[in-house]
């Protein structure tokens, strides 16, 4: 029997792709009284690298203590993280709907990096809580794209609570012309990397 692992994620794709390798979960996501959109709050000369993997790791120990307060039953955590990099610039989820349009222009005829970090909580065969971590660095090629096909995209309203303001599996896909690295990390989270750190913790995938 396989232990439990909660998903502190509300993103669908996070779910898909476990689901994609047969991982039973369950969700593990903040309350009201938090505020996860403070833990993405980038620091002021941060990198793209040391950002994405420290919102990670931060999300992780809210969700442990998250578990904790909830007398949940003992369980792993698994968390993710994703930020889109043009050169040292962070481009994050959009706030609004300009902000969307501008950042697809930055990335139309560009080169950018796709960043997923992810990290596991869980409980060794010695009840000691261990804490491990990947990182999954790909590239993507964008095609340039005229204006108005970038404005119809951002009026579908797809762009909004995506870092990058595009989803690799929506019809951003179109103007994709080359990857480098983890389809599954570009989608939001490295299925090799999470394969790999849930078995050390006792999975059979």
């Not at 179109?174 to 480098?180: D, G, L, N």
């Amino acid at each position: 029997m396989m232990p439990i692992l909660y998903l502190a994620s509300q993103s669908p794709r996070r779910r898909q792709l476990l689901d994609q390798i047969g991982v039973a979960h369950e969700l593990l996501l903040p309350g009201e009284d938090e505020d996860a959109e403070a833990l993405e709050a980038v620091r002021a000369g941060e990198s793209p690298d040391d950002y994405v993997q420290r919102v990670t790791l931060a999300k992780l120990k809210a969700a442990l203590e998250r578990r904790g307060r909830r007398g949940l039953p003992a369980g792993a955590v698994l968390c993710a993280d994703t930020t889109v990099a043009l050169g040292a610039d962070i481009l994050g989820k959009p706030a609004n709907a300009d902000e969307a349009l501008a950042t697809l222009r930055r990335l139309s005829g560009q080169t950018h990096r796709v960043l997923t970090a992810v990290a596991l909580g869980h409980t060794d065969a010695q009840g000691a809580e261990q804490i491990s971590a990947a990182l999954s660095v790909s590239t993507v090629r964008f095609e340039a794209v005229p204006e108005d096909r970038l404005a119809a995209y951002v009026a579908s309203g797809e762009p909004m609570g995506k870092a990058g303001s595009y989803a690799i599996q929506s019809q951003a896909a179109a103007w994709i012309s080359h990857i480098s690295g983890s389809y599954s990390g570009i989608m939001g989270l490295p299925l090799h990397e999470t394969a790999r750190l849930l078995k050390v913790a006792g999975w059979v995938l």
